[in-house]
């Protein structure tokens, strides 16, 4: 079982830059692919962007431009480097675990991002 702890997160002014960290248990992270979420209240889960096990990444339109994903597998770490954040941004950050050839997906507990004056 992979177990995924997100940090980072906090509150910055709009325009401001907050890098989210991600990191993995388990022998076999370099496998999955890798992705953050978000989501705020009453609305659904949003995608925000994903990288495959070999670093081939995926955005949002939201936030393409400004949110850059990476992994680094040796350490079994994920992160998501936000830039020119905007208060629309505001939400509870997920980090996700998925391989779907073995139907594995897993989730953290989440981290609060606020963008805010």
């Known amino acids: 079982q992979v177990q995924l702890v997100e940090s980072g997160g906090g509150m910055v002014q709009p325009g401001g830059s907050l890098r989210l960290s991600c990191a993995a248990s388990?022998?076999?992270?370099?496998?999955?692919?890798m992705a953050w979420y978000r989501q705020t209240p009453g609305n659904q889960r949003e995608l925000v962007a994903t990288?495959?096990?070999?670093?081939?990444?995926t955005y949002a339109d939201s936030v393409k431009g400004r949110f850059t994903i990476s992994r680094d597998n040796p350490e079994s770490k994920l992160y998501l480097q936000m830039s020119s954040l905007k208060s629309e941004d505001t939400a509870v950050y997920y980090c996700?675990?998925?391989?779907?050839?073995?139907?594995?997906?897993?989730w953290g507990q989440g981290t609060q991002v606020t963008v805010a004056s």
């Open positions: 388990g022998n076999f992270f370099s496998l999955y692919t």
């Open positions: 990288i495959t096990s070999i670093g081939e990444p």
């Open positions: 996700n675990a998925n391989l779907r050839q073995t139907r594995d997906d897993y």
